[in-house]
């Protein structure tokens, strides 16, 4: 699955939010590959997205209402997106995006109270089509749809997405993740970040679990609940979060990914080169979203259109926030995305100016 396009009013806090996914032209030489719906060479997207901005700017937010739009799908549950809805005013949204084979859907909605009105529209990918070009075909097919979403499921087909949050996810999500893949990544990444790792199985008495022995200890994953968390170190917890999801990377289902702060306590380097395998592993008609706040990330050499930037503002009384991609202001191969950050070209850094009445 792969998204194009995303409008959000009153949601979580966004108001007149929008956030582009597609590029121009063909990057030449870049390191990811095949940014570009396979079979549609000028359909182009972008395929990896290094998603920061200073606090409450809504990087977890926009990843919480995509989760819900998307999961109102898969599970033809309206109820999901009443969720949206936090403030007096209707919630509007408005997604492009392509699931299976040559067809742009559009799913938009108003969530006023109980009350959700949904619209959705498609378009057939020609072959010559860019993005802009099959989104002016886009027909109204509503009517279609309209009062069932088991019809609105039945028209999308099954969407592929895997979202990792610290603070919403009460469990780790095992389910379609192959269990010798996960016991590979779970020693990998959990040996890298803690060096008393001794081993890690699967346990052979309990249902859907797994064992990690360290220093006499027996951490157990059970039915995707980390159970003794508290013998665990900040990172090595996270760190077992990032293997699940980095597992769940190698099934090759056309997946949309979000993976949502979750190298807080995991040093930079290590941030770095499990983003490096996530890359590696990211299949064609895929797309990672991947959020930070380390801004050693802005050195990797990627395009840069793969460099977002959420900063929040007071625009005639009231605060918004507003996406930047680094390929709006830097046009050479050789501008630094980090430089220029540090310099706030972007205008995402935060507003110390307070800080300056606790100066002697």
Same mark, same amino acid.
């Given at each position: 699955m792969i998204i194009l396009d995303v409008k959000l009013n009153h949601v979580y806090g966004f108001d007149d939010f929008h956030i582009n996914f597609v590029y121009p032209k063909k990057i030449v030489g @870049?390191? !990811? #590959?095949?940014?570009? =719906?396979?079979?549609?060479?000028r359909f182009r997207y972008k395929k990896a997205v290094i998603l920061m901005g200073t606090n409450a700017t809504g990087k977890t937010s926009l990843g919480k209402a995509l989760l819900h739009i998307f999961k109102s799908v898969k599970?033809?549950? #309206?109820?999901? =997106?009443?969720? /949206?809805? &936090?403030?007096?005013?209707?919630?509007?949204?408005q997604v492009d995006f392509v699931n299976e084979g040559f067809i742009l859907h559009r799913l938009s909605g108003v969530v006023d109270g109980d009350n959700v009105t949904i619209s959705y529209y498609t378009a057939h990918i020609a072959e010559m089509d860019s993005y802009e070009k099959a989104a002016s075909k886009l027909v109204d097919k509503t009517d279609e749809v309209s009062g069932s979403f088991k019809k609105l499921k039945a028209m999308i087909g099954d969407l592929e997405y895997r979202f990792a949050y610290p603070e919403i996810e009460n469990s780790l999500r095992l389910t379609e993740v192959k269990k010798t893949t996960l016991l590979k990544t779970l020693r990998a990444v959990i040996g890298t970040l803690d060096p008393t790792l001794?081993?890690?199985s699967i346990a052979n008495d309990l249902k859907d679990s797994f064992v990690i022995r360290r220093r006499g200890q027996? !951490? !157990?994953i059970q039915?995707?609940?980390? /159970?003794? %968390?508290?013998? /665990? @170190? @900040?990172? &090595?917890a996270e760190g077992i979060d990032v293997a699940v999801f980095l597992a769940s990377m190698f099934s090759d289902k056309n997946c949309f990914y979000y993976c949502d702060e979750h190298f807080s306590y995991i040093q930079s380097d290590i941030e770095k080169r499990i983003f490096g395998l996530m890359l590696e592993r990211l299949g064609r008609n895929e797309q990672l979203i991947f959020t930070t706040h380390n801004t050693d990330m802005l050195e990797l050499n990627l395009p840069k259109h793969s460099y977002a930037f959420l900063k929040k503002e007071i625009d005639e009384g009231e605060y918004k926030v507003t996406a930047t991609f680094? @390929?709006?202001? /830097? %046009?050479?191969? &050789?501008?630094s995305v980090k430089c220029a950050m540090e310099n706030d070209v972007f205008g995402s850094l935060p507003d110390d100016s307070l800080l300056d009445e606790l100066e002697v």
């Open positions: @870049s390191l !990811i #590959e095949d940014e570009f =719906l396979e079979g549609r060479e599970e033809a549950n #309206e109820a999901v =997106l009443r969720e /949206l809805a &936090t403030g007096e005013q209707p919630a509007a949204f001794m081993d890690v027996e !951490i !157990i039915e995707g609940k980390l /159970l003794n %968390k508290e013998v /665990l @170190s @900040s990172g &090595t680094a @390929s709006e202001f /830097l %046009k050479r191969n &050789t501008d």
